[in-house]
């Protein structure tokens, strides 16, 4: 199949942008963790130690059509979710703003306008240096009255008097791709590279069946590859260390041999670079190389479709002998009859390394639009690739909702991981996810323990959720059960984190309580209490009054 779904001072400004310099350091780091707990809820040693941990909660609805999800560097309080029709919207304390951060869907070809199903506005990246220079990048394809069905990486400026509002004026084009022909395989993924500040940008190779223009093997072509370009000015630079520099091949070009790279990432702690690349009709793979790598690698298409050499769903296409050929470490299917798992179109995600689940850290995330699966592995610097865990089950979000027509993940300022869903009932129809750890069990008193009072000591460390979670919180409940296996009751439910008087029982002589904290955000959700050792849910009464 060839489908995939997918504060600035006005008066420094000036100033600002002309002070950015060549020299671009390296940024990659950990993302600030500030105030927020580890649950540390993940060893990692065995499969097993990895399921039934996580869960998702909707943060955002009455979207439409989402493509992306990301955050400028540092900023903790928002998050920028693209719509293919053209606008960028901002969800910021839990609600999103009614104005659009940008509008261009006077300037996107996408569905709305009649455009084909792949094309819209689908990337987006905020400049390293975002929050002095105000610079962002969108991708899309261009509606201009023409039929040349042009792609453009773009760069915009935020407003100097509204942080929430980016400046339509300051459009300025980056660089253009012929997209001829074709309505689908357009790529759009935008990002900064974690050591090196230069901007990546993946494109598709044209379109139509098996690359009928050749594109993606042709190193004098910018399509079907991974280009590599410095936007630290306009006019766009080279990198002088891009591999074709000097050479044979179009400078840009960072890496090739690819059909349709619709979401790529890197780890933000070693720069590892993961690239899914959407498959024709037999096989989908994932890409991987070390941040130490050079560039240059061949993935193979449109000779290979994954490992595969005769291409499976096109014939021979030449030589299985390809230049600077690098493999996949994971592929999979569209028949049950090729391999157990099977898709048709997938959507790549992000090595976590967030704050909430540092024990799940190295851990990559992907999805298949059409079967709507959920997978993680976990990877290293070196790209090795064990065994998948499924995590369908584990994220989806019950009461009544579900996540399917996956397009993309993305990453906060925190590293912490989202998912969209397109809606497949279209305008208002899309949704954001967000994935949370499930919460342990805190023993918090045994044999002559004094009474239990959660408050604010030396001995107790709360995470402040309201200033730190993306959706408000309204409550906070306490539940207590006599053992970690038993009906856990609530015995407080308030504002606070802390109540006059603590927990009105104690444990009986040698006997110990067990307590779950959760949290209740303004739509009434809660944070899912969790497993018991044994991995089964841990059962919490829900039907009696908090307190009883």
Not at 9 to 20: I, N, R
Not at 61 to 90: C, H, M, W, Y
Not at 118 to 138: Q, R, S
Request: proline share 7%; hydrophobic share 35%; with cysteine.
């Amino acid at each position: 199949m060839n489908r995939n779904f997918p504060t600035l001072a006005a008066a420094g400004l000036a100033v600002l942008l002309t002070a950015l310099g060549a020299t671009l350091p390296a940024f990659a780091q950990a993302p600030d963790c500030t105030g927020i707990s580890d649950v540390s809820d993940f060893d990692g040693s065995a499969v097993s130690d990895l399921n039934g941990s996580l869960a998702t909660v909707r943060v955002a609805s009455g979207l439409t059509k989402p493509t992306f999800v990301t955050a400028p560097r540092g900023d903790i309080n928002r998050v920028f979710i693209v719509e293919q029709d053209g606008k960028i919207k901002i969800l910021k304390n839990g609600s999103i703003l009614p104005t659009p951060f940008l509008d261009i869907s006077g300037l996107t070809q996408s569905p709305a306008d009649g455009g084909g199903d792949e094309e819209g506005l689908l990337g987006l990246a905020f400049h390293p240096d975002y929050a002095t220079n105000g610079w962002f990048f969108v991708y899309h394809t261009l509606h201009d009255g023409a039929s040349n069905m042009n792609n453009v990486v773009a760069r915009y400026t935020v407003s100097a008097g509204d942080p929430d509002q980016a400046d339509s004026s300051t459009r300025q084009v980056v660089i253009t791709f012929n997209h001829p022909t074709f309505t689908n395989h357009d790529g759009g993924m935008l990002a900064f590279g974690p050591d090196d500040g230069y901007l990546y940008i993946s494109t598709g190779d044209g379109g139509g069946a098996c690359d009928p223009s050749a594109n993606a093997q042709n190193l004098n072509s910018n399509l079907g590859k991974l280009l590599r370009i410095n936007v630290n000015s306009l006019p766009y630079t080279i990198p002088p260390d891009n591999p074709f520099v000097n050479k044979a091949g179009n400078d840009e070009i960072w890496s090739y041999g690819l059909r349709n790279p619709w979401r790529y990432s890197f780890d933000r702690i070693n720069s590892t670079l993961v690239i899914a690349d959407v498959g024709q009709d037999k096989w989908e793979e994932i890409d991987c190389r070390p941040g130490t790598s050079a560039g240059g690698e061949n993935y193979g298409w449109d000779h290979y479709e994954g490992t595969h050499c005769p291409n499976p769903s096109c014939g021979n296409q030449g030589s299985c002998s390809v230049t600077s050929y690098v493999g996949p470490i994971k592929e999979y299917c569209h028949s049950t009859t090729d391999c157990p798992l099977t898709g048709c179109s997938i959507t790549g995600g992000y090595i976590y390394q967030g704050c909430r689940m540092s024990d799940l850290h190295r851990t990559y995330f992907y999805a298949d639009y059409c079967s709507a699966f959920i997978h993680s592995f976990r990877t290293d610097a070196s790209c090795a690739a064990p065994a998948d865990i499924d995590r369908t089950t584990d994220l989806a979000p019950g009461g009544g909702l579900d996540i399917k027509d996956i397009t993309s993940f993305g990453e906060d300022a925190r590293g912490e991981i989202y998912i969209c869903e397109r809606g497949a009932a279209g305008v208002g129809a899309g949704e954001v996810f967000k994935i949370l750890p499930t919460l342990r069990i805190m023993e918090v008193s045994g044999i002559n323990a004094p009474q239990f009072l959660p408050a604010k000591s030396a001995a107790w460390t709360w995470e402040d959720l309201t200033a730190t979670s993306s959706h408000p919180i309204a409550n906070y409940k306490v539940y207590r059960s006599g053992s970690p296996t038993g009906v856990f009751n609530c015995v407080h439910q308030g504002p606070t984190n802390s109540w006059a008087g603590g927990d009105p029982a104690v444990p009986a002589p040698g006997g110990v309580f067990y307590y779950l904290i959760t949290a209740v955000n303004a739509d009434g959700e809660e944070a899912r209490p969790g497993n018991r050792s044994d991995g089964t849910p841990r059962t919490v009464n829900t039907s009696s009054s908090c307190p009883p």
